[in-house]
């Protein structure tokens, strides 16, 4: 007979209440471990989500891959809601253990630049975070090679006989995407004449969503991180708020900002 199955077995609840060890008597240290440790589970359930959406997109089921992409949405407003319980941190309280971390920094999460590159925005310079034969550099170096979700979605454009040529969704391991006109021009036909087009429309608005809510969540980071430290530089070693501001302007899906101007 096998071992009963219990709450606390199932779940992993020794490891996982284990997994918090504050390095400091500082009340405050717990919190900010805690939301860190939260952030990154919800970016691991994200990043399952979406390799779900895209092999969905990939066999040309879009309505499947809808649904799992209305749930990353609800993921990334509980994210951005997290920041509600950071802000709750004052400068004094964070100021008490700041030193502890050293150059540590969400900086170097190798799940954030995963789930960046899935979503399409690739850049391989934070390979160097993490050492050669860790697993975190192998996640990244496999996310960084593989389709992101909108190479999958300009792939069906394509095949659906929109004018893409193969080099926008194709691309050397870890190359950045390159806005193009082609691209924009594809997404200009679908969205000048909806009712021909609704399934690619309904997936270009699911897409935005997705672009959208990470941006609200950048924004509502740099808010917080300004609230708390200031125009102070980074543990990571960046200029930090400026740093942060300008990653604002990063867009997933560029083309699909960019063609509203031209309605
Ligand atoms: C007191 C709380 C926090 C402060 C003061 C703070 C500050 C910063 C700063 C200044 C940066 C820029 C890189 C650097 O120089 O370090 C950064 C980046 C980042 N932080 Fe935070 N942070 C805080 C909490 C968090 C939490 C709870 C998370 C959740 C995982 C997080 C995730 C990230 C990520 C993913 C980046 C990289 C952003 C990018 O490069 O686009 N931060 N943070």
């Known amino acids: 007979m096998g071992e009963e199955v219990t709450y606390g077995g199932y779940l992993r609840l020794k490891e996982l209440l284990g997994a918090q060890q504050p390095q400091t008597a500082q009340h405050d240290e717990l919190l900010f471990v805690i939301l860190h440790q939260t952030m990154e589970l919800w970016m691991k359930q994200v990043i399952h989500e979406l390799g779900a959406a895209q092999t969905e997109v990939r066999s040309g089921n879009l309505v499947p891959a809808y649904k799992h992409m209305a749930r990353v949405s609800r993921i990334q407003a509980v994210m951005t809601q997290t920041w509600d319980i950071l802000a709750t941190m004052t400068p004094a309280d964070y100021l008490n253990f700041r030193s502890l971390l050293g150059a540590s920094s969400g900086f170097q999460s190798a799940q954030f630049r995963v789930l960046e590159a899935r979503l399409g925005l690739k850049d391989a310079s934070f390979l160097k975070f993490h050492p050669d034969g860790s697993d975190e550099r192998a996640m990244l170096e496999a996310a960084l090679a593989a389709p992101s979700l909108y190479d999958d979605v300009l792939e069906q454009l394509a095949k659906a ?103």
């Open 161 to 263: 006989g929109f004018d893409i040529p193969a080099a926008a969704y194709q691309r050397a391991p870890g190359a950045a995407y390159d806005p193009s006109d082609a691209v924009e021009n594809a997404w200009l036909i679908v969205y000048r004449d909806t009712q021909k087009h609704w399934a690619l429309y309904q997936l270009a608005e699911k897409l935005i969503d997705l672009d959208d809510a990470f941006l609200t969540w950048r924004h509502k980071h740099v808010l917080t991180v300004e609230r708390i430290i200031g125009r102070k530089r980074g543990t990571g070693g960046t200029e930090g708020v400026g740093y942060l501001q300008r990653t604002l302007t990063r867009r997933a899906f560029p083309e699909l900002w960019s063609l509203r101007t031209k309605l």
